[in-house]
């Protein structure tokens, strides 16, 4: 039987960033998933980033995840959304190519000597002494190791629907189901609950007239996602856009009964913030048209990704539906959307470290969790695959707070408030949303990495590097003052304040529509671009981020106030009564997090407070007394 540290299962996103951060910290790490060939496999549209979730890109890889890599590797188009808003809530998002991506992150993983790879479907956990202890494959095969990280996606009693007749137990199109592995869980005192999701069509592109469609290319900007390499990106191609009509709406309503998720063949719940076109048509009865995308899915192929058309109604009906559509006229269909209903664990049943209460040593990340999105779940595998080596090594766990890291944000929400729909990330669930920018993610994580020791010795030196240039540049602006003439020339069009005497470039740069880049170039410097665009942010912003600075540290004493284990909810009461049900069945580890669990109020966790420091008093002078 072979021996591991930590057992990552499955190599999806949340896995592949589990193996690789446990295999960078030195746990001996093996990644068993059912193929290896589908390892870094994109189950829908093949796209990464994007509002909240290119952040999350950017902290993986400032922990010294693969996921920015990959992308960089992968990228046939970039766009960085929300430009028009100013650089502190700008958000990156890449078009990937689908294959690419793939041999990308096996490519990337294959750099970790820690890491071995196996293939296998896990049928079974091993519990011992309420410890995690062996997993057990289909055929026969057994593995042991000191901590296992789960992350099965949507494989989890996965069954596809396509119209109400069709329903295929599967984890994903053309991939079974993930075996007995919910009937381990359920054994070992977990709790699942069912969820859905969907999938639009594909169509080949050779059917398609895209004379009549909108072009959108990428932008021409060389942005890498990576801090830590710098990847040649491949060849950019564009997107194409066109429209739902009052034919297609007719068409969707007439034959609705027919659509798995409306015609009673799904009961389960999906995400509100990624409906199906049935969905829209029923929730914004309104609407004239919807935009529908067309991206390409690779540069070797044909096949385009239909995005905004998302549907579970019987594939002829799916034909009819695209043809109606401007410029698909006479196109061909490649694959059939599908909806899927899939087994999740509600994460309060997790520690803030995504280790299981009910089982020592088991971590959970990904879709399993119930969240949805390759970022969400790559997000949580790099936290649990820190955990797990942590916990298999003998050393300290990792938590990410809500103020340090996008991830913190999620992880915290997850486990403290749980989920009732597909959890996606919003920057409406970030409160520091100007503290966790994009391009500020090396800065916040970089302690961590070097705690943790995640970097490689370049990927050190490229972090440190891109640091140094980033104060260096600061401290440049603050040095530098810029003559009238040097001024004027940025400030003068159209209709800009100029200046009569000369003005430090750190002043200027505040000003809207002025850059650092702009100052420091016309101040006769050539600064680096990156490090120019986060000094600009931090000069811009200043007055906001030092309010959400002291908002975060007078925040941190409630946070860090610690719930001791041992606490009996029941017995308290002077809280609410729907307030210790949830705090006994949560446990939440500090006071902070017991803040955030709805129905917990203000005045039970001044309640809570108090009766923690009676208990400690009473327990510090019974000591003193024995
Ligand atoms: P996955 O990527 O699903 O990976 C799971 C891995 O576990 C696979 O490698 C699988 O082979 C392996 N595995 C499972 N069981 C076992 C076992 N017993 N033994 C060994 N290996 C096992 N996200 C969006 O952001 N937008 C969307 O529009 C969107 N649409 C989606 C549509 C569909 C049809 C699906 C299936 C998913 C969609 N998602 C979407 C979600 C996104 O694909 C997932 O959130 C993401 O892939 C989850 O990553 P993961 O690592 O948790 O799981």
């Known amino acids: 039987m072979q021996q591991h540290d930590v057992i990552v299962i499955g190599g999806g996103h949340a896995g592949t960033e589990a193996a690789a951060a446990a295999a960078r910290v030195g746990a001996r ?15 829908c549209n093949p796209a990464i980033g994007g509002i909240a979730k290119g952040t999350v890109v950017r902290e993986i890889d400032a922990l010294g995840g693969i996921m920015a890599r990959a992308t960089d590797l992968s990228r046939i188009q970039f766009r960085m959304l929300n430009r028009s808003k100013g650089p502190a809530v700008w958000s ?12 990308a992150v096996r490519r990337l993983l294959e750099r970790h000597d820690c890491l071995t790879f196996a293939q296998g479907t896990v049928a079974s956990l091993e519990v011992r ?54 009937q381990t869980l359920q054994t070992h005192g ?18 398609v007239n895209f004379t009549v469609l909108g072009r959108q290319d990428g932008d021409a900007d060389p942005y890498w996602f990576s801090f830590l390499e710098r990847a040649p990106h491949p060849a950019q191609l564009p997107c194409w856009l066109t429209y739902t009509n009052d034919q297609l709406r007719d068409l969707v309503r007439s034959r609705l009964s027919e659509s798995a998720m409306y015609g009673g063949a799904i009961g389960s719940r999906g995400p509100r913030y990624c409906p199906s ?5 029923l929730r914004f009865p309104d609407v004239a048209r919807h935009q529908v995308f067309l991206e390409p899915e690779g540069l070797e192929t044909t096949e385009l990704y239909v995005n905004g058309l998302s549907t579970s109604l019987p594939p002829g009906i799916q034909l009819e539906m695209l043809r109606s559509v401007l410029g698909l006229e006479r196109v061909e269909m490649t694959r059939p959307g599908y909806a899927i209903e899939y087994d999740y664990i509600p994460p309060t049943q997790l520690t803030a470290t995504l280790e299981t209460r009910a089982v020592r040593g088991l971590f959970l990340a990904g879709q399993i969790n119930g969240t949805t999105g390759y970022e969400e779940a790559a997000g949580q595998g790099i936290v649990a695959g820190i955990n797990a080596a942590a916990h298999a090594l003998g050393r300290e766990p990792t938590v990410l707070g809500r103020d340090e890291a996008v991830i913190g944000t999620l992880i915290d929400d997850l486990v403290t408030r749980g989920v009732d729909e597909p959890y996606r990330l919003f920057t409406s669930r970030l409160e520091y949303r100007l503290l966790l920018r994009q391009e500020n993610a090396l800065r916040r994580l970089a302690p961590v990495a070097r705690r943790l020791g995640l970097w490689t010795e370049s990927q050190r030196v490229a972090a440190e590097r891109r640091l140094e240039l980033e104060d260096h540049v600061l401290e440049l602006a603050h040095r530098t003052r810029l003559t009238p003439e040097q001024a004027n020339a940025i400030l003068a069009p159209p209709g800009g304040r100029v200046v009569s005497h000369p003005v430090r470039a750190t002043e ?12 420091m170039r016309a101040a006769g410097m050539e600064c680096d671009r990156d490090a120019c665009t986060w000094g600009d942010v931090e000069l811009k912003y200043a007055g906001y981020l030092d309010r959400e600075r002291s908002a975060a540290a007078r925040l941190a004493d409630q946070n860090d106030f610690l719930l001791p284990d041992s606490i009996d909810y029941t017995s308290l ?14 446990r939440p580890r500090t006071l902070g997090q017991a803040a955030r669990i709805p129905g917990v109020s203000p005045s039970d966790l001044q309640n809570l407070l108090r009766e923690v420091v009676r208990l400690r008093v009473s327990r510090e002078t019974g000591l003193l007394q024995s």
């Open 29 to 43: 790490t093996l990644l068993l998933t059912q193929q290896l060939d589908t390892i870094g496999q994109m189950s």
């Open 277 to 281: 076109i049935e969905d829209k048509i």
């Open 190 to 207: 977990l709790t699942l609950f069912r969820f859905k999701t969907g999938t639009p069509p594909r169509i080949d592109g050779r059917t």
């Open 573 to 586: 009461t002077a809280l609410s009564f729907e307030a210790r049900e949830k705090l006994h069945s949560l």
């Open 129 to 182: 002494g309420g410890r995690a202890e062996r997993v057990c494959t289909e055929d026969g095969r057994v593995f042991a190791a000191r901590a296992v990280v789960i992350t099965a996606g949507t494989f989890l009693r996965g069954r596809i629907h396509i119209g109400v007749e069709t329903a295929i137990p599967a984890g994903r199109a053309g991939e079974p189901p993930c075996g007995d592995l919910p």
């Open 92 to 103: 990156p998002r890449a078009q990937c190519d689908r294959t690419l991506y793939r041999s």
């Open 508 to 519: 200027l740069a505040k000003r809207p529509g002025i850059t650092l880049e702009q100052l």
